[in-house]
C-alpha cells in the first residue's frame, strides 16, 4: 500500500509548528546551507583544511560548464542559478526544459552511442528504472560531500530528493460553484461532466494512484467510465490548467503548483477537495561518466541546500506535498495525499499507469 497522510486543514498550522520545533533540534550540517561558506573549515591554531565541496568546486571550475535538464520552467530555474553563480562563480549552467521521460529517453538513447550530452538530470522514481537498469547513474556519499540528509537519499546515493509533485482535480469558480464541483472520485463520473466538461492529462498519472486504494480491476473499469464521458484530453497536466483557467471546462487535472501560481495570478480555480492526492517524487541524479562531473556533483549539492529549496518552494515546486496543499485547501477541506515513496511503488505505479494511458487513448 502507498503511504497515506490524512491532515484536516484546520490542524494544519499547529502540524507545521510542532514540526518547526522538532527541526530545531535536528539542523543540517553547514555544508548544507547554500551560502557557500562551508569550503573551508579553519580551527584556532591550525590551518585551515579544505572540505570534500571546496575540492569539487576547483575540479569544476576547470570544467566551466555544466549541462542540466529538468521539467521546470526555464524562467524559475534562472533565477536558482544566478544565485548558484553567485555563491559559486565561474561555471555556466546550460539549461534544457524537457520532461523527467524525455531527459530519461535522451539518455538512454545517447549512451548507446556512446556519449551521453546531459551531465545531471531531474528524475522521478516512477521513471528511474532504465537508467538504473543500464547503471547510468553516478553514486556520490551526498552526506559526506554536501551534508545532505540521508532521509532525502535514495535508490544508492544515486537519487536526491529535490521536491514533491502532487497532482489533483480543481474547478472553474466562474463556471460552477464550490457546492456543484465534484468532492468524490465517484462524483467525477456523473453524467453531468458529459461532453467535454473534463479536461483531463491523458498519460492517467492524476489517478494511477488509485489501485493502492481500491483495486486494479475497479480502477480500470473506473477509467472506462471517464473515457466515455467524452472529457477532452491533454498531453500533460501543465496544459489542462491553463485550458481549465482559461473556462474552456468546469473541471480538469492540475498539477498543484500550477494551480498555485494561476491562483496567485488571480485565475478562477479552485481545488474540489478530491481525495486522496497523489504524489510524485522528484529528484536530481548525476549521469554516470559524464563530461563535467564535479559541475553536475556542485549543483546538485547546491540545489540541495535550504536556500535553494526555499527559492522552489516559492515558486510553486514543495518540498512537503502537504504544506502545498494547505495553501489551497478552503476552509473545512480535509488533505489526503498518496506518496510514491519508494522504487517499487513508483515502478508498479508506472505500469498502471501505462494501462490507464491506453485506455484513454483506445478507440
Not at 74 to 82: G, R, Y
Not at 104 to 117: D, L, Q, Y
Not at 246 to 258: D, H, K, M, Q, T
Given at each position: 500500500m502507498g503511504r497515506i497522510i490524512l491532515v484536516s486543514f484546520i490542524s494544519l498550522l499547529l502540524i507545521v509548528l510542532v514540526v518547526g520545533c522538532a527541526g530545531q533540534a535536528t539542523q543540517p550540517p553547514e555544508s548544507n546551507s547554500g551560502d557557500g561558506k562551508n569550503?573551508?573549515?579553519?580551527?584556532?591554531?591550525?590551518?585551515?583544511?579544505?572540505?570534500?565541496?571546496?575540492?569539487?568546486?576547483?575540479?569544476?571550475?576547470?570544467?566551466?560548464?555544466?549541462?542540466?535538464?529538468?521539467?521546470?520552467?526555464?524562467?524559475?530555474?534562472?533565477?536558482?542559478?544566478?544565485?548558484?553563480?553567485?555563491?559559486?562563480?565561474g561555471i555556466k549552467v546550460n539549461y534544457i526544459n524537457?520532461?523527467?521521460?524525455?531527459?530519461?529517453?535522451?539518455?538512454?538513447?545517447?549512451?548507446?552511442?556512446?556519449?551521453?550530452?546531459?551531465?545531471?538530470?531531474?528524475?522521478?522514481?516512477?521513471?528511474?528504472?532504465p537508467l538504473l537498469s543500464r547503471d547510468l547513474l553516478a553514486q556520490e556519499d551526498w552526506s559526506k560531500v554536501a551534508g545532505i540528509n540521508p532521509e532525502q537519499l535514495f535508490l544508492d546515493n544515486r537519487f536526491v530528493h529535490w521536491y514533491e509533485l502532487p497532482v489533483t482535480i480543481a474547478y472553474n469558480s466562474q463556471l460552477i460553484s464550490d457546492i456543484e464541483a465534484p468532492k468524490t472520485w465517484e462524483d467525477m463520473v456523473s453524467e453531468e461532466w458529459n461532453n467535454g466538461k473534463i479536461i483531463l492529462d491523458v498519460r492517467g498519472t492524476f489517478m494511477s494512484h488509485l489501485p493502492f486504494i481500491w483495486d486494479q480491476e475497479q480502477t480500470m473499469e473506473y477509467a472506462h467510465k471517464l473515457k466515455e464521458l467524452k472529457p477532452i484530453f491533454v498531453p500533460r497536466a501543465s496544459a489542462s490548467s491553463e485550458r481549465l483557467a482559461?473556462?474552456?471546462?468546469?473541471?480538469?487535472?492540475?498539477?498543484?503548483?500550477?494551480l498555485i501560481k494561476l491562483k496567485e495570478m488571480g485565475a478562477p480555480v479552485e481545488w474540489t477537495g478530491i481525495n486522496p492526492v497523489p504524489v510524485s517524487v522528484m529528484g536530481i541524479s548525476v549521469v554516470r561518466d559524464a563530461e563535467h562531473p564535479n559541475a553536475a556533483r556542485l549543483l546538485t549539492a547546491w540545489l540541495s541546500t535550504d536556500e535553494a529549496r526555499e527559492m522552489l518552494n516559492k515558486e510553486g515546486y514543495p518540498s512537503s506535498s502537504l504544506e502545498a496543499l494547505k495553501s489551497v485547501a478552503l476552509e473545512g477541506q480535509t488533505i489526503e495525499v498518496w506518496v510514491e515513496d519508494s522504487i517499487e511503488k513508483a515502478t508498479e505505479r508506472t505500469n498502471l499507469q501505462k494501462e490507464i494511458q491506453s485506455i484513454f487513448e483506445s478507440k
Open positions: 569550503q573551508v573549515s579553519e580551527s584556532k591554531g591550525e590551518s585551515a583544511q579544505v572540505t570534500p565541496l571546496a575540492e569539487i568546486y576547483e575540479a569544476a571550475k576547470e570544467e566551466g560548464e555544466v549541462n542540466f535538464t529538468s521539467a521546470i520552467e526555464s524562467e524559475i530555474m534562472q533565477k536558482l542559478f544566478q544565485r548558484f553563480n553567485e555563491v559559486y562563480p524537457m520532461t523527467a521521460g524525455q531527459s530519461m529517453e535522451r539518455i538512454v538513447t545517447e549512451s548507446n552511442s556512446g556519449k551521453i550530452s546531459i551531465d545531471m538530470t531531474q528524475t522521478a522514481l516512477s521513471l528511474i528504472d482559461a473556462g474552456e471546462a468546469p473541471i480538469g487535472v492540475v498539477a498543484v503548483s500550477n
